[in-house]
């Protein structure tokens, strides 16, 4: 159990107001009596897009800005949740290993995503909860701006339901890369909860519910999303830069067909996975089994190239014996670019590698030269840029003391992410603003990125 001070720290007192409020809502909602605070983070991704569900490598940044649950233990399965942020209309259902989801989008399914997962690892004896939700601005994840909002909810319920089941979770055990680092109870519990969250449909891998789950102040976290034997996960937390500041610029901006558009790049992964595996079945000097884009990542990209068409469709893929999968909304005349998706991953994971270095090396000029680039690629080989986010990015490469910016999160809208010297932020944020609301017509907002620590419980 952390305090507010331990998780905000100067900011703990404007917290506290907010927890006071939560709690009063509570009351009136569900009556008097025990209550128990939780919270989960959303992140903002520094570098490593896509690279997660093929067993890459990632450098999030858990934000201090959080989604809490106020709940109580129920006597019965039933889960009741009410939301302090308006449009987001009380529910109720009954938690168990087959939960019905809601409407498509409808934000219950985040809870009925988390409650089905841990209905099926309890059992049929698991109380359901009553709970209000507060993840709402100015302290709250900003909505479908590729900050893990609907992973924080997860993940918050999730932890809820767990320790008031009895579950409770450990506190932050130390990165398992270290000698001393311990078997990662947060690792499986993210673990857990990247698939509680294909529920609602999207294929993504375990960058968001990790950095939900395993935050620290003021550290990025580097993490190897390839699991050892034993399910481990290799972590390092890594200070960030001391005189820049992450800026987080959200667009505003959220395209519809992004869900579906996410699953088609999986599709691309998992189609050069295929076609690379039959290429290397049998072939001499080459061991193990590929599951993942990953197992390729030291082989010269001009060796693979040639085997990954430009395009190819699902249909066709079936035609040479290689599989996708349960992967919703593809269709299969899909016309899947594998080739500049699969170049995307291989190169993005390298730039993780390096950028990570430069965190370490305390070089900053490397880093903000290697979020550009990865910025390029994802703009040109993953396609997941769009004219709101090329103008937030030009905008930042045209203000003063920037080391570098990119888009972060899935892409098709949502944030870019920049490195901003502290003596440049005023100007950058006059400038990015002034030239996004004259190219666009729109109005972006702004803030500084203070990493905090994983989700848990609360002392109120
Ligand atoms: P966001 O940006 O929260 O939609 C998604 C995936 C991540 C990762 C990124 C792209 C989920 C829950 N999250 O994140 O796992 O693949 O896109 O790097 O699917």
Same mark, same amino acid.
């Given at each position: 159990m952390s305090t507010l001070l331990e998780i905000y720290g100067e900011e703990a007192g404007r917290q506290?107001?907010?927890?006071?409020?939560?709690? !009063?809502?509570?009351?009136?909602?569900?009556?008097?009596?025990?209550?128990?605070?939780?919270?989960?983070?959303?992140?903002?991704?520094?570098?490593?897009?896509?690279?997660?569900?093929n067993h890459g490598y990632v450098l999030p940044v858990a934000l201090d800005r959080d989604i809490l649950v106020l709940a109580r233990r129920r006597a019965d399965s039933t889960l009741r949740l009410c939301n302090l942020e308006a449009g987001y209309a009380p529910l109720a259902f009954s938690a168990g290993p087959a939960i019905p989801p809601a409407t498509r989008g409808d934000w219950s399914n985040y809870a009925r995503a988390a409650a089905q997962a841990l209905a099926r690892r309890i059992g049929p004896c698991m109380a359901g909860l009553d709970g209000l939700v507060a993840g709402g601005a100015p302290y709250g994840v900003p909505r479908g701006a590729g900050l893990s909002s609907s992973s924080a909810l997860t993940v918050v319920v999730a932890v809820a339901l767990a320790h008031l089941n009895g579950q409770a979770l450990g506190p932050d055990e130390g990165d398992v890369a270290r000698p001393a680092g311990a078997a990662g109870e947060r690792?499986?519990?993210?673990?857990?909860?990247?698939?509680?969250?294909?529920?609602?449909?999207? =294929?993504?891998?375990?960058?968001?519910?990790?950095?939900?789950?395993?935050?620290?102040?003021?550290? !990025?976290?580097?993490?190897?999303?390839?699991?050892?034997?034993?399910?481990?996960?290799?972590?390092?937390?890594?200070?960030?830069?001391?005189?820049?500041?992450?800026?987080?610029?959200?667009?505003g901006v959220h395209h519809e067909n992004a869900r579906g558009q996410f699953n088609e790049r999986v599709g691309c992964c998992r189609a050069g996975v295929g076609l690379l595996q039959k290429y290397y079945a049998g072939r001499p000097g080459t061991t193990g089994g590929i599951t993942h884009l990953r197992d390729l990542q030291d082989v010269p990209w001009r060796e693979l190239e040639p085997v990954l068409p430009e395009e190819i469709t699902p249909r066709e893929?079936?035609?040479?014996?290689? &599989?996708?999968?349960?992967?919703?909304?593809?269709?299969?005349?899909?016309?899947?670019?594998?080739?500049?998706?699969? =170049?995307?991953?291989?190169?993005?994971?390298?730039?993780?590698?390096?950028?990570?270095?430069?965190?370490?090396?305390?070089?900053? !000029?490397?880093?903000?030269?290697?979020?550009? &680039?990865?910025?390029?690629?994802?703009?040109?080989?993953?396609?997941?840029?769009?004219?709101?986010? &090329?103008?937030?990015?030009?905008? !930042?490469?045209?203000?003063?003391?920037?080391?570098?910016?990119?888009?972060?999160?899935?892409?098709?809208?949502?944030?870019?992410?920049?490195?901003?010297?502290?003596?440049?932020?005023?100007?950058?944020?006059?400038?990015?603003? =002034?030239?996004?609301?004259? &190219?666009?017509?729109?109005?972006?907002?702004?803030?500084?990125?203070?990493?905090?620590p994983g989700a848990g419980l609360v002392d109120l």
């Open positions: 506290s107001a907010r927890y006071a409020q939560a709690l !009063a809502a509570f009351r009136a909602a569900f009556g008097p009596g025990e209550v128990h605070a939780f919270r989960a983070p959303g992140r903002v991704n520094l570098i490593g897009e896509h690279t997660d569900y690792a499986a519990f993210a673990f857990f909860c990247s698939q509680a969250e294909w529920y609602v449909g999207t =294929r993504g891998g375990i960058m968001d519910h990790f950095a939900a789950l395993a935050g620290r102040r003021d550290q !990025a976290l580097f993490l190897d999303c390839r699991p050892d034997a034993g399910g481990r996960y290799a972590t390092e937390h890594l200070p960030l830069p001391d005189s820049y500041r992450l800026l987080v610029v959200d667009s893929l079936r035609r040479q014996d290689v &599989e996708l999968g349960d992967l919703p909304g593809l269709d299969d005349d899909t016309r899947l670019r594998v080739r500049a998706r699969c =170049r995307h991953v291989w190169s993005e994971n390298r730039r993780v590698l390096a950028a990570a270095a430069a965190l370490r090396a305390k070089d900053v !000029a490397t880093l903000g030269k290697l979020l550009d &680039e990865a910025h390029a690629s994802a703009r040109d080989d993953y396609e997941i840029s769009c004219p709101e986010l &090329e103008s937030l990015v030009g905008a !930042a490469h045209e203000a003063g003391g920037v080391a570098g910016a990119r888009l972060t999160g899935a892409g098709w809208g949502g944030c870019m992410v920049a490195l901003v010297h502290a003596s440049a932020v005023a100007a950058f944020e006059e400038h990015v603003r =002034r030239r996004y609301a004259a &190219e666009t017509g729109l109005a972006c907002s702004i803030f500084a990125c203070r990493a905090g």
